[in-house]
């Protein structure tokens, strides 16, 4: 796949007020630039996040009137269900709430829905079915239930009111429970995932109740359910900036000490030990959080992040592993299959939307094989399997298309849908499919620009070898964690030469290992699966990613490779 190279223009007088203000150095300072951080005080809480710099969680919208109702139940002794979704944003959520709430005297429950069954939220049928298992006066809607008015109507004609806490576009005609906690109903950030709005709805209820001086709300701490907070912030994929950046900071390094059982046994099965990173969270702790809900019920990640006895976690972690195995192999068999039907009819002129659905399609992987077809073609992608009369897929989208949105204009074709505007969901009847490729490609043709269908190569700033010293390295990783809309620093290294032949490495030989330079200082950089591609030979520019590599008790600096193109005069000042 070929990317359009995007580099920065230099901002020298601006780089030099970051760089007096804060004592970092230029390459630091660009990168801060790059990520709309101009304002020193701005750029300064960036580099050092704190917990106190979470705004007042009665800032978000209704947020007052879902603690009242709730504090209410309390002193009524009224049972409280709490309703979560599947995914790790969720099952955290529900985990969270839950021992909050345990701990702080409310009688709770807690109801998972089916996605086989009962399909995506608070649907009509995952309603009635909570509401017969059970039964309560008080629901609590936790990532999900924000266009659920239907449901919710018919909970309020059976004795139960609702409060719902979800982050998910709320659409034109939002539902009407108790309280609709939903930031994007409001001008607070509304980048929230779920976990961290339960967390907030914590917040605000411990503030709420000290006020009132409750028995034991003044010495409860909510420092230790940031590990939960933080599976589900990273796994969610939302922007790892202001508030969300806070919670992902404090709680991975809470998920390196965390004593929680579950976790304790997620990690060992997952063979996460120390430190934690966002890579970990996304690529080996929520996978196997996600698989239960994927193949089976969530039921089983719930009971892994509730569990109080090590032998009872270990044993949910290792069921869950093995869920997560058997996901993976599904999932590389679906991914393998849609790309090839795609590739056998795509037109890059006029496909700017991929939608592909088959019968045999496993529903709990859709969405992962969307994400790996759109990263093969870069178009916003639908993945659609087989259910019965109405089939359930999974979109992602790429910068600039809004998903959800653009399914609203196909409401008419749609059974139902939702999500937000880098990841839906939808269930259509199978004969509909046809359209709705069609609908969605008319509305994406009027809304994506041709170049936008070529990924993209950010590119914060430009440097030499010499300039990237371990130092200069262990500065930039102040910016981390590094996620969506935080990306790790990606730079552009110009006027190269190989220092001797490239070496392909690898049990199939499909990476390669550089050793390059520039004539003044040289570095290993490691370009991974890159197969039979060329490699860069006589000058050239690079970008990559640098990083800190230890061996045998040695550290230097080791650069990723993310593409190359033969050498241009100027590169070093930022000219594309």
Same mark, same amino acid.
């Given at each position: ?47 050092? =996040? %704190? ?60 109801? &998972? =829905? ?33 266009? *659920? ?24 005609? =939002? @539902?009407? +429970? ?25 917040? *605000? ?24 907070? $933080? ?93 997560? %195995? ?11 299959? $849609? ?16 939608? #592909? ?31 019965? #009369? ?8 790429? +910068? ?12 008419? &074709?749609?059974?139902?849908?939702? !999500?937000? @505007? ?6 259509? @009847? +199978?004969?509909?499919?046809? $359209?709705?490729? #069609?609908?969605?490609?008319?509305? *994406? ?31 930039? !990783? ?13 730079? &552009? &290294? ?83």
């Amino acid at each position: 796949m070929r990317f359009r190279w995007d580099p920065l223009p230099p901002r020298p007088l601006e780089s030099r007020v970051i760089q007096q203000a804060l004592g970092v150095r230029e390459i630091t300072a660009a990168c801060l630039l790059a990520r709309g951080l101009g304002d020193p005080g701005e750029a300064s809480a960036f580099l050092a =996040p %704190r917990l106190k710099d979470l705004a007042d969680p009665f800032r978000l919208p209704n947020m007052q009137g879902a603690v009242q109702r709730l504090l209410d139940a309390r002193v009524r002794g009224e049972h409280v269900t709490l309703f979560g979704d599947y995914d790790v944003d969720g099952v955290t959520s529900l985990a969270l709430l839950t021992r909050v709430l345990t701990d702080l005297g409310w009688s709770v429950g807690h109801y &998972l =829905p089916d996605r086989f069954k009962e399909g995506y939220g608070l649907t009509m049928d995952a309603a009635r079915n909570c509401h017969a298992m059970r039964p309560a006066p008080l629901l609590v809607a936790v990532d999900c239930g924000s266009t *659920a008015r239907e449901p919710i109507r018919w909970l309020g004609s059976q004795g139960v009111e609702a409060i719902v806490v979800d982050h998910h576009q709320p659409g034109d005609t =939002p @539902a009407e +429970p108790v309280a609709l906690v939903n930031p994007q109903l409001g001008l607070h950030d509304h980048e929230l995932c779920s976990a961290g709005l339960a967390f907030k709805l914590a917040h *605000a209820l411990l503030k709420e109740g000290r006020r009132q001086q409750l028995p034991g709300f003044d010495a409860y701490d909510l420092r230790p359910l940031l590990d939960l907070v $933080a599976l589900g912030t990273v796994a969610d994929l939302v922007p790892l900036v202001r508030e969300n950046r806070i919670l992902a900071s404090m709680g991975l390094q809470r998920l390196a000490t965390s004593e929680r059982p579950g976790v304790v046994a997620l990690k060992e099965v997952a063979g996460v030990v120390d430190q934690v990173r966002v890579e970990h969270v996304g690529f080996q702790l929520g996978p196997r959080l996600n698989a239960a809900g994927r193949l089976d019920s969530a039921r089983r990640a719930l009971d892994l992040l509730l569990a109080t006895e090590p032998g009872d976690a270990r044993a949910l972690a290792e069921e869950l592993d093995l869920h997560n %195995r058997e996901r993976q192999a599904i999932e590389r068999t679906m991914a393998d299959d $849609a790309i090839a039907m795609v590739r056998s009819r795509f037109n890059p002129e006029h496909d700017y939307v991929i939608v #592909e659905g088959h019968l045999l399609w496993h529903v709990g992987v859709v969405g992962i094989v969307a994400s790996r077809v759109l990263r093969e073609f870069h178009r916003p992608t639908l993945i659609i399997g087989g259910d019965g #009369e109405g089939w359930r897929g999974s979109g992602r989208s790429i +910068p600039g298309f809004d998903l959800a949105a653009a399914l609203r204009e196909c409401d008419d &074709l749609l059974m139902k849908h939702g !999500g937000h @505007a880098m990841a839906a969901g939808v269930t259509v @009847a +199978p004969d509909r499919v046809d $359209a709705l490729r #069609e609908r969605l490609n008319r509305i *994406a043709r009027a809304a994506i620009a041709p170049d936008q269908l070529v990924p993209g190569l950010r590119i914060d700033a430009s440097a030499t070898l010499a300039s990237l010293d371990i130092a200069a390295v262990e500065e930039l !990783g102040r910016l981390e964690p590094f996620g969506q809309g935080n990306p790790p620093v990606q730079v &552009l &290294l110009p006027s190269l030469r190989n220092a001797r032949p490239p070496q392909k490495i690898g049990k199939e030989q499909q990476h390669w290992r550089l050793s390059v330079t520039d004539g003044r200082a040289t570095a290993d950089c490691l370009w991974w699966n890159a197969g039979d591609k060329p490699v860069p030979h006589a000058d050239f520019d690079l970008v990559a990613v640098p990083s800190i590599n230890e061996f045998n008790g040695r550290r230097s600096v080791q650069f990723k490779l993310l593409d190359w193109r033969p050498a241009r005069p100027g590169a070093i000042e930022g000219t594309p």
